[in-house]
Nanobody
């Protein structure tokens, strides 16, 4: 039922910024908690940020606090991840995820978008 499509990734230099977008299908997007995860080459997928259905209670992994900002526009069925001061260690495939009202975990995933930070 929940279809997620990420966009906005690319190749940038250290210190640059990117804004990732995740477009969700359906008419009940406003009932879902949303999150961003990432997976670097050879590593496990890790939590980056999350935001609840109302747009409140943003949470961040310590390594991105102060640099990344998660937000959402429920009218457009879209969640965003603004990434500033990107560093090579941020290089990963970034995934959008959704948690429905009947789920305890983020069980719905997009296909991912590649972020590569050079230097």
């Amino acid at each position: 039922q929940v279809q997620l499509v990420e966009s906005g990734g690319g190749l940038v230099q250290a210190g640059d910024s990117l804004r990732l977008s995740c477009a969700a299908s359906g008419r009940t997007f406003g009932l879902y908690d949303m999150g961003w995860f990432r997976q670097a080459l050879g590593k496990e997928r890790e939590f980056v940020a999350s935001i609840i259905w109302s747009g409140g209670s943003p949470l961040y992994q310590d390594s991105v606090k102060g640099r990344f900002t998660i937000s959402r526009d429920n009218a457009k069925n879209t969640v965003f991840l603004q990434m500033n001061s990107l560093q090579p260690e941020d290089t990963a495939v970034y995934f959008c995820a959704a948690r429905t009202v009947v789920d305890d975990q983020f069980n719905y995933w997009g296909q991912g978008t590649q972020v590569t930070v050079s230097s």
